[in-house]
């Protein structure tokens, strides 16, 4: 377990309803990265937050999604008028202080249909 | 932009043989890190193994070890006595630090290995 936790494990939506997913990393996670994974491929790069800070948004990032992390605590992921090419499986890893190590959730599964 | 390219789609080994797992990587930095992580079916991604690239030495983690050929651009994981429990999608990974303090992994496309008894 790398004590990172992710809600829902999976999510079936209509396309075109707006869905959120919540990250849960350690108090000790100062950094925490989004990535999202589709069948066969690694992952894919979303954003980065420093504490509280969104440093980086991925090209990826349509206007469509938005990500939060107040308090530099648990993270949203949330994603407007879905579309079934947001068909994936969505992570969330968090890192402590200057440490490299990225430790991952479960992932959440989305499915638009 | 950084890219790392993982030519094996799938690999297999019996189980106690020895496999080893390619990885390549386009950059321009000359300090970086370099990963490799496991994914087991249904499960959490964990790292198996790092490399930071100052350091000339191969790292080793017990059964895992690395071939780390910085010129090259070369980074490739070597998997002892392999056991069930290996497994899993492999991903190298590239650490790449951005201006403004953002940092990201970039990985490859992975590797399926399956473990024959």
């Known amino acids: 377990d790398t004590g990172v936790s992710q809600n829902p494990r999976h999510k079936i939506t209509k396309r075109g309803q707006n869905v959120t997913f919540r990250c849960d990393p350690i108090?000790?996670?100062?950094?925490l990265y989004w990535y999202r994974q589709t069948l066969g491929q690694g992952p894919e790069f979303l954003t980065y937050?420093?504490?509280?800070?969104?440093?980086?948004k991925s090209r990826l990032l349509s206007d469509r999604f938005s990500a939060e992390r107040p308090k530099g605590s648990f993270s949203t992921l949330e994603i407007q008028r879905t579309e079934q090419g947001d068909s994936a499986m969505y992570l969330c890893?968090?890192?402590?202080?200057?440490?490299?190590?990225?430790?991952f959730g479960q992932g959440t599964r989305l499915t638009v249909v | 932009a950084q890219t790392v390219t993982q030519s094996q789609p799938e690999m297999s080994v019996q189980e106690a043989e020895t496999v080893t797992l390619s990885c390549t990587y386009d950059t321009s930095e000359s300090d970086y890190y370099l990963f490799w992580y496991k994914q087991p079916p249904s499960r959490q991604m964990i790292l198996v193994i790092r490399?930071?690239?100052?350091?000339?030495q191969n790292a080793t983690e017990n059964r895992f070890s690395v071939n780390f050929q910085k010129a090259a651009k070369s980074f490739s994981l070597k998997i002892s006595d392999s056991q069930l429990g290996d497994a899993a999608m492999y991903f190298c990974?590239?650490?790449?630090?951005?201006?403004?303090?953002?940092?990201?992994?970039?990985f490859g496309k992975g590797t399926k290995l399956t473990v024959n008894p």
């Open positions: 937050f420093q504490n509280e800070a969104q440093l980086e």
């Open positions: 890893a968090g890192l402590r202080g200057g440490n490299t190590e990225a430790f």
């Open positions: 108090s000790e996670h100062n950094r």
């Open positions: 490399q930071e690239a100052y350091k000339q």
């Open positions: 990974a590239y650490r790449t630090l951005t201006q403004g303090g953002s940092e990201k992994l970039v």
